[in-house]
């Protein structure tokens, strides 16, 4: 009965020992799985942060390069500002006006210079004098006349040819008749030369007063 009590004991025992021994293994392989996990998860929580922390850079980079981008083109913009061409809006206009000062100008002092001109004593150096006044007059006119060539359109200035073509046919019937006054007389060739060049004077002060502008 001793015998049998102890064989159970030690049967026990060894049963025991088994069970802790299996049980180690067991536990070992459980905590290995644990420690997988832990590090297959902290593995995947390094990636995230990694990943997060790629996606704040490339973020980062991207801003940083919006930034810079719209920088250029503020400078660019900046730029194309400050080389812009001056404006030419308003010295057109003033080249213009100038040009009819100058020409109002250079008729008014042709005129004062016929009046402060010594009149002669002669019939012959009076009709010479204003031939000479219209030849001066006239040359001035044709000036004028290649001005406003390249200033007027190709419609105003046919309408312009037209009104020429009339006014020196007018002028020279004007002229005429006013030397029929003294038609048989010495004054009569004057008369009509005198009006010739007083009528072209007016013609020029009339081109640069509503043509030119």
């Known amino acids: 009965m001793v015998m ?3 064989v159970f004991i030690i049967l026990a025992a060894c049963g025991n020992t088994s069970d802790g021994a299996n049980a180690k293994p067991n536990n070992q392989s459980s905590n290995k799985g644990s420690t997988e996990y832990a590090n297959a998860d902290t593995s ?3 990636s995230t942060i990694i ?3 790629t996606t704040e850079n490339f973020s980062e980079g991207a801003e940083n390069t919006q930034l810079n981008d719209q920088e250029g083109n503020s400078n660019t913009s900046t730029d194309s500002n400050d080389k812009e061409s001056p404006k030419s809006s308003n010295n057109d206009s003033e080249i213009t006006e100038s040009k009819k000062d100058e020409y ?3 008729l008014n002092e042709m005129e004062e210079a016929d009046r402060d001109e010594e009149a002669g004593t002669t019939m012959a150096e009076l009709e010479e004098q204003e031939t000479d006044r219209y030849k001066k007059w006239d040359e001035e006119l044709n000036v004028i006349y290649g001005v406003l060539k ?3 359109s190709r419609e105003q200035m046919d ?3 037209d009104e020429q073509r009339h006014w020196i ?3 020279d019937e004007v002229a005429k008749e006013a030397s029929l ?6 004054t009569e060739s004057l008369e009509y030369v005198a009006t010739r060049a007083s009528l072209t004077r007016e013609r020029c002060y009339e081109l640069v007063a509503h043509y030119i502008k």
């Open 51 to 53: 990943d997060n922390n």
């Open 159 to 161: 309408k312009l040819r």
């Open 181 to 186: 006054k003294y038609k048989g007389g010495s």
């Open 169 to 171: 046919k007018s002028r």
């Open 104 to 106: 109002l100008k250079k």
């Open 4 to 6: 049998l009590t102890v």
């Open 44 to 46: 995947d929580k390094d």
């Open 150 to 152: 390249e200033q007027l």
